[in-house]
């Protein structure tokens, strides 16, 4: 029979790569957790409407990449392409907004794309995002970009860059358009083109044609037009930036490819990557809420890309050892009930410890012991439970020593308990 496979062009983990993920996941949850943000899970699907106003109709992802379906009573519903827009919703929802603020929250899970796939380009892919909504403020930009600064930092990741910009607030937009629009007007453009630019004229500075890249290569820049409340945050934040040593540039034609974002915005690259190479990214988005039906508040935040960090930690020769974490691997000879209830004994005082199943001899036992990557192993066999001691040994070193049932969960959690002390 034909063997069924992944759908086309989705990204999807198993062992021992899993563990990486898991990893980076973790990690990057991690230091969004230390800033205060909480976690709030919420649908992989939403109202079709809700991605169309949030995201914005100019955008690649609303016209041509969303996973748009009708349900079993007629909705039209789609698969999320990014997560700011569903956080938005259930903040209006449910009413985070009329409580202290500002709301600062984080989410993990997977996000749906109908792209071309390619190396790092995924239609199932997964992020961690972080937002912090209802304050105004430059510094919460900060704290945004450096949440996840730490956590490349903490991945051991060098070979990124951050790239900063200012979108400017709706003054300075309000100028700047009316410039950029007759600019347009006077370059010859085909008529889908064209229509795009109606939606939004900064999408052109994302077009990749040579020759729309050459006409707008003379386009004037909204950086110049910023207002003087505009320029004084986005110095405001650069000020910062360096004061917690974190490396920028600024990049006065940065185009984020989703209409919501004002004020800064920004992207982190990994040099190693080749095209697909944002292993993030994220700004301001002060219209966002109104404009979904909410409070005039303001928000920040960010998308990190998961598959794409652990590409940079493959990239950049970041693998982890491949270990297991297991704390004990448990060889039973001819007593696989008697294994299994000491299995079971010790994970209830929280140690970490699989066992072989089956009718193994002593060889191939010691074989899955050695595979398992366990730091210690037992043989579990009738002289063991008669003399109730069993040898524990270190599978490293190959040191043993006897230590009696009763007390093996003590020992095992002193000695996991000294694990750090000998890194
Ligand atoms: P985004 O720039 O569209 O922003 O996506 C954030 C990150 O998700 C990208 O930098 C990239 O690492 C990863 N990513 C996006 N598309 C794919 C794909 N097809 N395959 C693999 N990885 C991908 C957002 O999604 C915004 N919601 C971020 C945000 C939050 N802005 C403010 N708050």
Redesign the pocket.
């Known amino acids: 029979m034909a063997k069924f496979q992944a759908p086309k062009g989705v990204?999807e983990y198993v062992p021992d790569r899993s563990s990486h993920f898991d990893y980076v996941r973790s990690t990057l949850i991690n230091s969004a957790q230390v800033a205060g943000y909480q976690l709030v899970e919420l649908p992989v699907f939403e109202d079709t409407e809700l991605f169309a106003r949030g995201v914005g109709e100019s955008t690649d992802?609303v016209r041509k990449e969303m996973y748009t379906f009708e349900d079993r009573g007629g909705r039209s519903i789609t698969l999320r392409?990014?997560?700011?827009a569903g956080v938005m919703r259930a903040v209006i929802e449910h009413n985070l907004d009329r409580g202290q603020l500002p709301v600062k929250v984080y989410y993990s899970g997977a996000?749906f794309?109908a792209?071309r796939p390619q190396a790092?380009?995924?239609?199932q892919?997964?992020?961690v995002?972080?937002?912090a909504i209802g304050l105004a403020d430059p510094r919460i930009d900060v704290e945004v970009i450096a949440v996840a600064d730490r956590a490349f930092k903490e991945l051991g990741l060098k070979n990124y860059r951050l790239e900063i910009t200012s979108l400017g607030d709706s003054a300075t937009r309000e100028s700047y358009l009316v410039e950029l629009r007759a600019f347009i007007a006077g370059i010859e453009i085909d008529a889908e083109t064209r229509e795009r630019a109606n939606l939004n004229p900064l999408r052109l500075f994302d077009d990749k044609r040579p020759e729309i890249r050459e006409a707008m290569s003379k386009a004037p820049i909204l950086m110049d037009y910023l207002t003087p409340e505009s320029a004084a945050d986005f110095a405001k934040v650069q000020e910062l930036l360096t004061a917690l040593n974190i490396d920028f540039v600024v990049n006065n034609r940065m185009v984020?490819?989703?209409d919501?974002?004002t004020g800064t915005a920004f992207?982190?690259a990994h040099t190693d990557l080749g095209a697909?190479s944002?292993?993030?990214?994220?700004?301001r988005?002060d219209g966002l809420m109104a404009q979904l039906g909410g409070q005039e508040l303001s928000?920040?935040?960010?998308?990190?890309?998961i598959?794409?960090?652990l590409l940079a930690r493959e990239a950049e020769g970041l693998l982890l050892p491949a270990e297991s974490g297991l704390d004990l691997y448990i060889v039973p000879l001819g007593v696989g009930d008697a294994a299994l209830l000491l299995a079971e004994e010790l994970r209830n005082r929280g140690i970490k410890v699989d066992l072989a199943f089956g009718d193994k001899a002593l060889k191939g036992g010691m074989k899955s012991a050695d595979k398992s990557g366990a730091r210690y192993s037992i043989v579990l066999g009738a002289d063991e439970l008669a003399s109730g001691v069993v040898h524990l040994k270190e599978m490293q070193t190959g040191e043993s020593s006897s230590v009696t049932l009763g007390a093996l969960a003590n020992e095992l959690i002193e000695r996991i308990s000294n694990y750090g002390e000998h890194l």
């Open positions: 990204s992802v392409p990014e997560g700011t996000f794309r792209e790092g380009r995924y239609r892919f997964y992020q995002g972080i937002e984020r490819g989703l919501y974002y992207e982190f697909q944002a292993i993030g990214g994220g700004g988005y928000g920040v935040g960010f998308g990190l890309g598959d794409r960090i």
